[in-house]
């Protein structure tokens, strides 16, 4: 997806220009300045008391309401209206700790080919809210099912440069029983550890210039893809799980 930014709202008039190869974009440096977050606030049960207020609707923290870091790409593709859309973050239990199942989507789409991503798309008329969108696209994507599933929150919505206002809905399961990825819009499926994802010192900083316009990006690169090259985390996935981290570290 695109580039985690948090410029001024939409503007349906503008077209911001792409970047290409972002995995090729000059790294200016990472953000080891920010402290990891502990296994004791990434276990099973600081997780679920750390969502519980979301799914109540009540997350107003001690002192004034939590912002999110990343809010959006920044203005939309021109004549795109704004459609609600949501994913699943989808925290596995492992002996070693959680990971996150992140896909890798196909190169042949219309929106963000190639890239990765948390199973999830648009809502359809019949999803009665963004937890229902969620739990369908991530059964459609990759064969999750919904009884796999225990949602304990939600984080913010992100409004992506392809005009989608996206709720990650975050959920708990155990290792899937039958991945069935969708061949034509899913290329690979993979688990990154959440302690890796939540340690800012693996947040890497991108700044290139795109049309006479300089550009910053967060990227977390994890692993070897099939062509032995590192999955590359960045744009709306990168920006949602550094809100991810900023959330769990209040």
Same mark, same amino acid.
């Given at each position: =997806?695109? *580039?985690?930014?948090?410029?001024?709202?939409?503007?349906?008039?503008?077209?911001?220009?792409?970047?290409?190869?972002?995995?090729?974009?000059?790294?200016?440096?990472?953000?080891?300045?920010?402290?990891?977050?502990?296994?004791?606030?990434?276990?099973?049960?600081?997780?679920?008391?750390?969502?519980?207020? *979301?799914?109540?609707?009540?997350?107003?923290?001690?002192?004034?309401?939590?912002?999110?870091?990343?809010?959006?790409?920044?203005?939309h593709?021109?004549?795109?209206?704004?459609?609600a859309a949501?994913?699943?973050?989808?925290?596995?239990?492992?002996?070693?700790?959680?990971?996150?199942?992140?896909?890798?989507? *196909?190169?042949?789409?219309?929106?963000?080919?190639?890239?990765?991503s948390?199973?999830?798309?648009? *809502?359809?008329?019949?999803?009665?809210?963004?937890?229902?969108?969620?739990?369908?696209?991530?059964?459609?994507?990759?064969?999750?099912a919904?009884?796999?599933v225990?949602?304990?929150?939600?984080?913010?919505?992100?409004?992506?440069?392809?005009?989608?206002?996206?709720?990650?809905?975050?959920?708990?399961?155990?290792?899937?029983?039958?991945?069935?990825?969708?061949?034509?819009?899913?290329?690979?499926?993979?688990?990154?550890?959440?302690?890796?994802? =939540?340690?800012?010192?693996?947040?890497?900083?991108?700044?290139?210039?795109?049309?006479?316009?300089?550009?910053?990006?967060?990227s =977390?690169?994890?692993?070897?893809?099939?062509?032995?090259?590192?999955?590359?985390?960045?744009?709306?996935?990168?920006? =949602?799980?550094?809100?991810?981290?900023?959330?769990?570290?209040?």
């Amino acid at each position: =997806m695109s *580039t985690p930014e948090s410029p001024p709202p939409p503007n349906p008039a503008a077209r911001r220009p792409s970047i290409r190869e972002p995995a090729r974009a000059p790294v200016i440096g990472n953000d080891a300045h920010l402290p990891p977050l502990s296994p004791a606030r990434l276990n099973e049960q600081a997780l679920r008391e750390r969502f519980a207020p *979301t799914l109540r609707g009540d997350d107003a923290g001690a002192e004034a309401p939590w912002q999110p870091e990343f809010t959006g790409d920044g203005p939309h593709l021109a004549g795109r209206a704004l459609r609600a859309a949501a994913v699943l973050v989808p925290l596995v239990r492992r002996p070693e700790g959680f990971t996150v199942l992140l896909t890798q989507r *196909t190169d042949h789409l219309n929106d963000h080919a190639g890239q990765v991503s948390f199973p999830g798309g648009r *809502t359809d008329p019949e999803d009665v809210d963004a937890v229902a969108t969620a739990l369908r696209e991530a059964h459609e994507e990759v064969g999750i099912a919904a009884d796999e599933v225990e949602v304990i929150g939600r984080l913010p919505t992100y409004t992506t440069v392809t005009a989608y206002q996206v709720t990650p809905v975050v959920g708990l399961l155990d290792p899937p029983r039958d991945l069935r990825l969708d061949a034509f819009e899913v290329a690979e499926v993979f688990e990154v550890p959440l302690a890796f994802l =939540m340690d800012p010192a693996n947040h890497r900083r991108h700044a290139v210039e795109v049309d006479g316009r300089a550009r910053q990006f967060i990227s =977390m690169p994890w692993g070897s893809d099939p062509r032995g090259e590192p999955f590359f985390i960045w744009g709306a996935t990168a920006a =949602m799980l550094r809100n991810l981290y900023r959330f769990l570290a209040r």
